[in-house]
């Protein structure tokens, strides 16, 4: 978040996370001089409500963490969090899909197996479950090393 500020000054941001790493994220970003230039918001996806009032929301490493119920749910409630024509970017992780990449493939797949939850799933199934959500215009924008992270936009549709 801090490279995103400083690449973008004129934006207002807002951080939603668990309070233990929100209470972390508070100390380090003040120490950046950037707590007055984002929000924090303490909670759960899981128990609470998402924050309102955001053009678009990022997902970074968030879902191959989570089983399919998990993400669909997390998927809903960024969609009701959004405003017409808000913007959802995913980037984590993916699997290769119909064309598996084994360095990312089998690496995350011992990571969630050792995890006891979630996998890795390819952007197409991920767009497939943003879709369900009822976004709409996915997109997979250039990963230069997707074995590390891919990415998944996506619009609230208006």
Do not use: N, W
Not at 10 to 17: A, I, K, R, V
Not at 30 to 40: H, K, N, Q, T
Not at 57 to 81: E, G, W
């Amino acid at each position: 978040m801090q490279e995103v500020a400083a690449q973008y000054p004129g934006l207002s941001l807002t951080l939603f996370d668990l309070p233990e790493v929100i209470s972390s994220a508070q100390t380090r970003l003040e120490s950046l001089d950037l707590g007055a230039r984002i929000a924090l918001s303490r909670g759960s996806f899981r128990d609470d409500a998402l924050p309102v009032g955001c053009d678009a929301i990022s997902l970074v490493r968030v879902l191959y963490d989570h089983d399919d119920a998990s993400v669909r749910a997390l998927l809903a409630k960024v969609h009701a969090a959004l405003p017409p024509d808000g913007r959802l970017i995913i980037a984590e992780p993916m699997a290769g899909g119909a064309r598996p990449a084994p360095e990312g493939d089998v690496y995350f797949a011992f990571y969630t197996m050792a995890m006891g939850t979630g996998r890795a799933r390819s952007p197409e199934r991920i767009a497939e479950m943003c879709r369900e959500a009822g976004f709409q215009d996915v997109k997979f924008p250039f990963a230069p090393r997707p074995y590390v992270a891919s990415a998944v936009c996506c619009v609230k549709s208006a």
